[in-house]
């Protein structure tokens, strides 16, 4: 693959997993899962760079092109939408987007205006508006659990993996809204430029993971 072709991975437990795909097709991973303070590590068995970032930078280098493909949650492309193509559902860092409230609460029924609390407003507000719900969203960074504890919110728009933190804080899932896992992302003028590398790249990844 040409020498200046990067991909953007999301730090955390979706590094880990890509990690090891890369690993499957034959890569040393060994400085991209200990990569200290450097940000891009040459894979050179795949003849591309590793470029370490968070979820909603991976779609912005991907768009911009710096970086031919990302590898980033459904959640994130969900909240951030964007320009690329979506072109591989890798199957990992698989959990979903759920409507949670205190245990409970009837919360579907009513009158009164739900205030939602999320990490993901837009995802929230696209939510309610499919169902004709009129909803006040309020943004929360993180552990967005706190909010309905708090008082400040009726229930959240979270991700949910074991639901041990929604048990933790008095919440149960109402409805599940999307099922979440990592894509492979593709900008849009390299898949033109790269075609044959890129598509190259993305059918070994699926054998890899089939
Ligand atoms: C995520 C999410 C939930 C938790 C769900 O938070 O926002 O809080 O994980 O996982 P569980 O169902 O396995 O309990 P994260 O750990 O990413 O941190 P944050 O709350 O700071 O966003």
Do not use: Q
């Amino acid at each position: 693959m040409s020498d200046n072709l990067k991909i953007a991975i999301t730090k955390g437990r979706l590094l880990e997993e890509s990690s090891s795909l890369f690993e499957k097709l034959g890569a040393d991973c060994s400085a991209v899962r200990k990569p200290g303070r450097k940000l891009v590590v040459p894979v050179s068995e795949l003849g591309l760079s590793v470029v370490l970032a968070k979820a909603p930078d991976v779609i912005t280098y991907v768009e911009h092109g710096v970086c031919a493909m990302g590898i980033v949650g459904k959640d994130t492309i969900m909240e951030s939408g964007g320009s690329f193509y979506e072109v591989l559902d890798l199957g990992f860092g698989r959990c979903r987007f759920a409507l949670a409230a205190p245990a409970g609460t009837d919360f579907l029924n009513g009158w009164k205006t739900r205030t939602i609390a999320s990490k993901y407003p837009k995802v929230a507000m696209e939510y309610f508006r499919s169902r004709g719900m009129d909803v006040n969203v309020i943004k929360i960074e993180g552990s967005v659990e706190l909010a309905p504890v708090l008082g400040l919110a009726d229930g959240i728009i979270d991700i949910v993996e074991t639901g041990s933190t929604l048990r933790a804080n008095g919440l149960e899932i109402i409805d599940t809204v999307a099922d979440i896992s990592a894509r492979l992302i593709v900008n849009t003028a390299a898949m033109k430029l790269y075609k044959n590398e890129l598509l190259g790249f993305v059918e070994k990844c699926r054998e890899a993971l089939t």
